[in-house]
């Protein structure tokens, strides 16, 4: 009798666990016994936890936002958004080589984090195609929960948008303005250098770095970092608040600026020591927003455009785009700004 139980109980697990589910693009088959959670707009997500070894598991499938260019971006937009700022992840991820099937392409990344004093890991996978990118996240600190994430991944199988017809190619060599509907999600990095003959000539050349990160929850943080040869040391502005899109408007509200004098490490463009912070003047400004894809560069950037230059974002970049900052994804190439 207790061998038929068991069997039984057997069968019946492996049904429920056998139970598919579909979220937006992504169809899986659910953990069976794991609390769901559906958050609006946001997120489908599953959790166990074992109270004996204090171990759990969250899986979360994300939804999905307008893609950048193409998975790389995609996935490094994903993993800054989702990885680095949620759980604060320092280290680079050891990431897999992409794999595409169905017009999806997919690539994965795993790295540690510290929480409640002990090691947890956290997994990303990005799908990326027909415009769109979709992200899976997994975090647990125990690995006896690795099988199951692994069955859960080899269970999803990504659809076709059925409404294609606002969906963004990244093969053509054209200009593409996606102001349909283009998403601001992700980390945007613009380095500017002074061009005066004088500089130039003599290898004193000043950089400065600036940075947005907005975020789903309607938040966004800006970084300003200033690097001059001449200069003992380096100016670093701290920035956040709310921002609110409105069509291809987006204001940005500050609520918090500050300006902080640092010391030179070695006398290079790193942080050494902080000598003093003072408040900023909050700057609160509606930008025209959209998304294009340079042909030159091969690559996606985020163009923000206003009536005249401000203060946060500085002279307007060089281009052919009108009253404009171009923006780009931050990627491999296009480092994140580094934060004291």
């Not at 890991?121 to 990118?133: E, N």
């Not at 690995?143 to 948008?161: A, C, R």
Request: charged share 15%; aromatic share 12%.
């Amino acid at each position: 009798m207790k061998t038929i139980a068991t069997i039984i109980l057997f069968l019946i697990t492996l049904n429920a666990f056998a139970q598919k589910q579909t979220y937006e693009f992504v169809t899986y088959t659910q953990p069976a016994g794991w609390k769901k959670e559906v958050k609006p707009n946001t997120y489908t997500s599953y959790t166990i936890t074992n109270s004996q070894n204090n171990s759990y598991c969250q899986i979360f499938i994300m939804l999905s936002t307008t893609s950048k260019g193409g998975i790389e971006q995609d996935f490094e937009s994903e993993w800054q958004g989702l990885i680095v700022k949620n759980y604060g992840v320092t280290e680079a991820p050891n990431i897999t080589e992409p794999t595409s099937e169905n017009g999806w392409t997919a690539k994965g990344g795993v790295a540690t984090f510290a929480f409640d004093k002990s090691k947890s890991i956290a997994m990303l996978t990005t799908m990326s195609g027909y415009g769109k990118a979709v992200s899976i996240i997994a975090v647990t600190n125990s690995q006896d929960y690795m099988p199951v994430i692994q069955q859960f991944l080899e269970s999803v199988k990504m659809s076709k948008p059925q409404n294609n017809t606002n969906v963004i190619t990244t093969n053509t060599n054209n200009t593409n303005n996606n102001s349909d509907n283009p998403s601001i999600i992700g980390t945007w990095v613009i380095g500017t250098s002074a061009q005066s003959s004088w500089r130039v000539n003599n290898g004193v050349m000043s950089t400065i770095w600036r940075q947005y990160t907005f975020n789903t929850d309607g938040s966004y943080t800006f970084y300003c970092k200033s690097f001059d040869p001449l200069v003992k040391e380096l100016l670093f502005t701290r920035e956040n608040g709310t921002y609110q899109v409105n069509g291809n408007n987006i204001t940005v509200i500050p609520q918090k600026s500050a300006v902080e004098s640092w010391t030179k490490k070695n006398g290079t463009n790193q942080f050494g020591q902080l000598i003093s912070s003072q408040n900023h003047q909050l700057e609160k400004v509606t930008y025209q927003f959209s998304k294009h894809y340079f042909s030159g560069t091969q690559k996606w950037s985020l163009v923000l455009q206003a009536d005249k230059a401000t203060e946060r974002d500085g002279p307007f970049s060089s281009s052919s785009l009108k009253n404009a900052w171009i923006y780009d994804v931050v990627s491999s190439n296009n480092l994140a700004i580094e934060i004291p």
